[in-house]
């Protein structure tokens, strides 16, 4: 069974900094490319960030290029998001997702991915 647990989430005040990681189990985790995406009250969910299997390939969304950095530990199982320089924008429930794709990139939609931790939220204040 495969489980997806995201943790790291909190209250920050705008400028601040927050890790969020994310631990997978039940699956063979360097062969899945995984994502994060957040979701805020009454919009859609989108992506943030994801990474390759192997690390070598990451893709940012233009609203969080430059602050936010995505890594992977493919012998703890365990994804991060380091964010910095948070803005009250950026506050919204933070989701993990991965993909099984062996292969050299990752998918940056929402209807791609197989499996979604619970998410984490983040919340930033002015």
């Known amino acids: 069974q495969v489980q997806v647990v995201e943790s790291g989430g909190g209250l920050v005040q705008a400028g601040g900094s927050l890790r969020l990681s994310c631990t997978a189990s039940g699956l063979t985790f360097d062969d899945y490319a995984m994502g994060w995406f957040r979701q805020a009250p009454g919009k859609e969910r989108e992506g943030v960030s994801c990474i390759s299997w192997s690390g070598g390939t990451t893709y940012y969304a233009d609203s969080v290029k430059g602050r936010f950095t995505i890594s992977r530990d493919n012998a703890k199982n365990t994804l991060y998001l380091q964010m910095n320089s948070l803005k009250p924008e950026d506050t919204a429930m933070y989701y993990c997702?991965?993909?099984?794709?062996?292969?050299?990139?990752?998918?940056?939609?929402?209807?791609?991915?197989?499996?979604w931790g619970q998410g984490t939220q983040v919340t930033v204040s002015s």
């Open positions: 997702a991965a993909d099984f794709r062996p292969g050299s990139w990752c998918p940056t939609r929402v209807d791609e991915y197989n499996y």
